[in-house]
């Protein structure tokens, strides 16, 4: 059977004499896996593909799925420009790879992920339009809070522990595994400190430039587990560069 889709280049190693090894993100496949041939070898049409392989362009990507032979590793018959581009550059683009890092290491392979797809779309239009590092900031927390809905581990901010309303001017504690209490109320005061603000600017989508690096704090802390110890890439460049 042939199958096209519509994707994203998350990710893309050398492989064997000529080939690479390219991760994908499509709507209806998620993230998967291709063998791309002739894209390493110094010939003008290598380069032609290797050029169409880079981040934050959309491709149409073709393949045909063998029956009865079910594999997470698909060998590409054709891909080409879908016509979308986002030519992020600076440290916008660090920001974009930080977003594509995230779904290489999260999402499981071949799972459906139409809505996250086009989160991710969002925010690369949102980066490419940022003009400071608080529009950066921002467009990656929305789409680390809607990634973590997207594997179901989506964080409650619009209500305490106790199913009370988040209040605006009180001071909270956020546990990931079950949510945000009071801070006058919480006897372990472990948590991640966070205002009410804070949390209702995730449920409102509003940004608030006063919370971005509460907020920060709250995703790296929320996300660590899933992550491992293995360091994000991103974060070193974007150190590197600064």
Known sequence: MEIEQTAFVLHSRPYRETSVLVTFLSPDYGKFNAVVRGVRGGK?????????LQPFQLLTVQWRERAHRPSDLVSLKQFELAGLRFPLSGESSLCGLYLNELLYRLLFPQVAVEALFEHYQQALYQLLS??????????????????LSELGQGLVCDQDLDGNLIETDVAYYFYPETGAIKAALDGLKTGIPISGE???????????????????????????????????????LFSQGR
Do not use: H
Request: charged share 20%; glycine share 2%.
């Open 198 to 236: 804070c949390l209702q600017s995730l449920t409102n989508t509003e940004c608030c430039e006063a919370c971005l690096p509460a907020l920060k704090r709250l995703f790296r802390a929320v996300l660590a587990p899933y992550l491992g110890s293995k360091p994000i890439m991103a974060r070193a």
């Open 130 to 147: 940022a003009t400071s590092r608080n529009d950066q900031a921002w467009s990656l927390r929305q789409f680390e809070y809607q990634l």
């Open 44 to 52: 003008k049409t290598s380069a032609q593909k290797a050029a169409l």
